[in-house]
């Protein structure tokens, strides 16, 4: 029986391409220059299986090309909300993510991100390399303290409980969180979480909060000016979900008129795209999309769609099946 066909629009982990030449008749992009969507078009009509990520726009448009050979759409990331999932569905394609395996990385660069910007760390290296700095003084570039501070996780799924965890069990963090479902009881108790009624509650008593709902329509602008203006001036806010939640306009207002601290974003509207008013700022702190961004995570990314179109293709249930 010959193998499926297989195209894969970015470069991935080589040790996941090996197996997959092993496994498929795969066509690989060694040249990792995004694909058009013509040539994503393309691919539905000549293969079995698209294996996008999470920068690839996966259109309505795309997904209605006619004469399409692929049944599965196998999503290298956790986030899907590059497909047109109502689409995907109507074609009666399958959709499947990769949950799990990124989930203590990006909480990671999600502390990372809140550390860097409570202590100053970006603007610090900033001042180094400018060759600006003068010495230490007693007043010299006085961030906040972290350790015993209240973190508002707006959102608590896996990626913000790995959090939690890590600034509650670590940093001896105060947890505060907002979900529109109750988690089980033993994570509630394990760090001492309490629950918001609203996100405006939330947002007045955190020192830090930390976003980590999934993009889309409707998470779209959540942080706005009016939910800005409830910070306080000493806090800092941290994206690691996506960029469009929140309005980076807004936020940039925010940053220099001192409504909040500073901030710390992995994720940006429109990225790569930055908007300028970002780089003209010393109290927010950088990060290209780094969350999943480890040698480990990467391979356990690629092995997990491999797991699921294997699935697929043995006739089962993927495990991560979207749609
Ligand atoms: C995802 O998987 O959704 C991240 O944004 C990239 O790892």
């Known amino acids: 029986m010959s193998k499926p066909k297989v195209i894969v629009t970015r470069k991935w982990p080589a040790e996941v391409e090996a197996q997959l030449k092993a496994l498929y008749d795969v066509h690989l992009n060694e040249s990792d220059i995004p694909m058009t969507a013509e040539e994503l078009k393309h691919a539905l009509q000549t293969a079995d299986a698209l294996l996008p ?21 196998g999503n290298f990331g956790v986030g899907y909300n590059n497909i047109d999932i109502n689409a995907a569905k109507a074609q009666g394609l399958v959709v499947t ?12 660069i999600a502390m990372l991100l809140l550390l860097m910007s409570a202590r100053r760390a970006s603007e610090g290296n900033r001042l180094i390399r400018s060759r600006q ?33 890590k600034a ?10 907002f979900a529109p479902s109750q988690p089980a009881q033993n994570i509630i108790d ?23 709902c999934p993009g889309g329509e409707a998470t779209r602008h959540l942080i706005n000016e009016q939910r800005l203006k409830l910070m ?16 980076s306009k807004a936020l940039i207002k925010a940053l220099k008129e001192g409504w909040i601290a500073g901030a710390g974003l992995d994720v940006f509207e429109g990225e790569p795209a930055i908007d300028p008013g970002f780089l003209e700022l010393d109290n927010v702190a ?5 969350g999943s961004a480890t040698e480990e995570t990467r391979v356990a990314m690629g092995n997990r769609v491999l797991e699921n179109i294997g699935a697929f293709f043995a006739g089962l249930e993927p495990s991560d099946r979207v749609v």
Do not use: Y
């Not at 259109?59 to 692929?70: P, W």
């Not at 993510?97 to 990671?108: F, K, M, Q």
């Not at 972290?146 to 939690?164: D, E, H, K, P, S």
């Open 133 to 165: 700095w003068t010495g230490w003084r007693p007043t010299h570039m006085l961030g906040q303290k972290v350790t015993g501070n209240t973190l508002g996780l707006i959102g608590f799924g896996r990626i913000a409980q790995a959090m939690a965890k």
């Open 168 to 177: 509650h069990h670590g940093f001896d963090m105060k947890i505060l969180f």
């Open 97 to 108: 993510n990769t949950p799990h395996v990124l989930t203590d990385c990006t909480a990671d």
């Open 190 to 212: 394990d760090l001492q979480a309490i629950r918001c009624k609203t996100i405006e509650e939330l947002l007045s008593e955190a020192n830090f909060v930390s976003l980590h």
């Open 232 to 247: 306080r001036p000493s806090a800092h806010l941290i994206n690691t979900a996506r960029g469009d939640v929140i309005d």
């Open 286 to 290: 950088l990060l290209p999309h780094l």
């Open 53 to 73: 990520t999470v920068t690839d726009l996966i259109s309505a448009d795309i997904l209605n090309v006619e004469n399409k050979r692929a049944r599965i759409i």
